[in-house]
Structures are given as structure tokens and as C-alpha cells.
């Protein structure tokens, strides 16, 4: 009979142990970092050294 007891005490007090809180989990939001450039500052450079080059052979 002691060794009912004591499974039922057992029992109850590791059912409690996992049971959790009432207050919500807080989650992080993930982090996203965006580019700053765009597609067109990549083109814009190389074009105007082009136009610089084609000035020049053309005086």
C-alpha cells in the first residue's frame, strides 16, 4: 500500500513539473537585412566609364 502511495505522489508531482505557465511563450522575430543597392547602380558605373573612354578616343 506505501508503494501506491508513493507511485500516486510521484506521479502527480512530475505531471505538475511539465504542466508550463499560463503566460504566452515569447518569440523573437526572425532579423532580415535588406541590400541597399539596387540592380541599376551596378550597370551605371561601368557605363559612364564607357562613355569617358569613348570621349576620349573620339578627340
Known amino acids: 500500500m506505501k508503494k ?4 500516486a505522489a510521484l506521479t502527480a508531482a512530475a505531471s505538475t513539473a ?3 505557465s499560463l503566460a504566452d ?3 523573437e522575430a ?3 537585412v535588406e541590400e541597399s ?10 557605363l559612364a566609364l ?4 569613348a570621349a ?3 578627340d
Do not use: C, M, Y
Not at 543597392?37 to 561601368?46: R, Y
Not at 564607357?50 to 573612354?53: G, K, N, R, S, Y
Open 25 to 27: 511563450p515569447i518569440i
Open 4 to 7: 501506491l502511495v508513493l507511485a
Open 30 to 32: 526572425p532579423v532580415i
Open 37 to 46: 543597392t539596387s540592380s541599376s547602380s551596378g550597370v551605371l558605373i561601368p
Open 50 to 53: 564607357l562613355v569617358l573612354v
Open 56 to 58: 576620349a578616343v573620339a
Open 18 to 20: 511539465f504542466a508550463g
